[in-house]
């Protein structure tokens, strides 16, 4: 299994409907994130969370917003989903200190038509 | 914000030859990282590098973080090392990481 698991890893939904992605890890990290990528481009940080009672924003948080569950639960919310929020999402962990390796998820494709 | 530039943006290859890929940054890191997204979208680490030199297998990357770049370097390239590379910093020590565009390689049998 996968230390980092994503759902739904894909996701067809309309304009205006509310959508969650959901992220758990097994790593015991305390860090965790939740990137978007579009095509063509790199991975833009939407919001982070360095522990349970720590939720901060990131480039590109208008839109959406996160709750951290638990140290290993990080969900991502689109409230009134619109279409240019039609990308590929990752969800993403990592240790605390100097060596902070990021671990991604598999990705959650979403298609707002 | 930290700037981070990639290249070249693509780059295709014959099966066997050896490549460099770089990526400069516009300010002093604390952590950089390189990543290959498979074509499958799966992103996987390959090293956190933000300076020196390391290696693992056909994979090497050094940094020279008092001149702003990273290079990695894949030889004997594989159909398997297909995908986009992409390169990431932070000027601090928490995986706030800032992204290049990557680098689209294509390895050819």
């Known amino acids: 299994d996968a230390d980092v698991t994503q759902t739904p890893r894909n996701r067809i939904t309309k304009t205006g409907k509310r959508i969650m992605l959901e992220c758990s890890q097994t790593?015991?990290?305390?860090?965790m994130y939740w990137y978007r990528q579009d095509p063509g481009l790199g991975l833009q940080l939407i919001y982070y969370s360095f522990d349970v009672k720590d939720i901060n924003k990131g480039e590109i948080s208008d839109g959406y917003s996160v709750s951290r569950q638990a140290q290993a639960k990080f969900s991502l919310s689109l409230e009134s989903a619109i279409p240019n929020q039609t990308a590929l999402y990752f969800c993403a962990t990592s240790a605390q200190g100097r060596t902070g390796e990021l671990f991604f998820g598999e990705g959650s494709r979403l298609t707002v038509l | 914000g930290i700037q981070v530039e990639q290249s070249p943006p693509d780059l295709i290859l014959q099966e066997g030859a050896n490549s460099t890929l770089r990526c400069n940054f516009s300010d002093s890191v604390n952590n950089l990282q390189w990543f290959h997204q498979n074509p499958w979208g799966q992103l996987i680490n390959l090293f956190y590098?933000?300076?020196g030199t390391k290696q693992n297998g056909r994979l090497s990357a050094t940094t020279v973080a008092t001149e702003r770049y990273s290079l990695l370097y894949i030889s004997s390239s594989q159909t398997t090392d297909s995908g986009v590379y992409f390169c990431a910093v932070d000027p601090g020590a928490n995986s706030k990481l800032t992204f290049g565009k990557g680098i689209t390689l294509s390895v050819r049998p």
């Open positions: 790593k015991g990290h305390d860090r």
């Open positions: 590098i933000p300076s």
